[in-house]
C-alpha cells in the first residue's frame, strides 16, 4: 500500500493550495482518510479527518478556511486550503486506514509529505 501526496509549494498569505493523496496497492477498503502537518521541533498534529461516509472533523485553527473532500472511487482525499496564513507553513502527511488482503486488520499508512510554505 502506497500513499503519494502532490500539490504543496509555495504561496503568498491569503492565497490558496490544494493537496491531493491518492492511496494505491493491494487494496480491500479505504477507511478514515486525513491530513496532518509538523513543524521541525513540534508533534505531528491533526488537521482535517473525513471517513468513506463523508463525516468531517477539523483542527480548530482551519475551520473555516480548509476543506477535506475524497473520492471513494479513485482511493483520493484533497484539502482545499484558502485564506493561507505563514502559521499553516509545514509538511502535511496523508493518513489513511487501509484494509488489505497483505496485512491483516485495518492499517495505518502514511504519505511521504509535501511541503506547504506560506510567505507573509
Known amino acids: 500500500v502506497q500513499l503519494v501526496e502532490s500539490g504543496g509549494g509555495l504561496v503568498q498569505t491569503g492565497g490558496s493550495l490544494r493537496l491531493s493523496c491518492v492511496v494505491s496497492g493491494r487494496i480491500f477498503s479505504v477507511g478514515i482518510m486525513g491530513w496532518y502537518r509538523q513543524v521541525p521541533g513540534k508533534q505531528r498534529e491533526l488537521v482535517a479527518a473525513i471517513s468513506r461516509g463523508g463525516s468531517t472533523n477539523y483542527a480548530d485553527s482551519v475551520k473555516g478556511r480548509f476543506t477535506i473532500s475524497r473520492d471513494n472511487g479513485k482511493n483520493t482525499v484533497y484539502l482545499q486550503m484558502n485564506s493561507l496564513k505563514p502559521e499553516d507553513t509545514a509538511v502535511y502527511y496523508c493518513?489513511?486506514?487501509?484494509?488489505?488482503?497483505?496485512?491483516?486488520?485495518?492499517?495505518?499508512?502514511w504519505g511521504q509529505g509535501t511541503q506547504v510554505t506560506v510567505s507573509s
Open positions: 493518513n489513511a486506514a487501509v484494509t488489505s488482503p497483505v496485512v491483516s486488520g485495518i492499517n495505518d499508512y
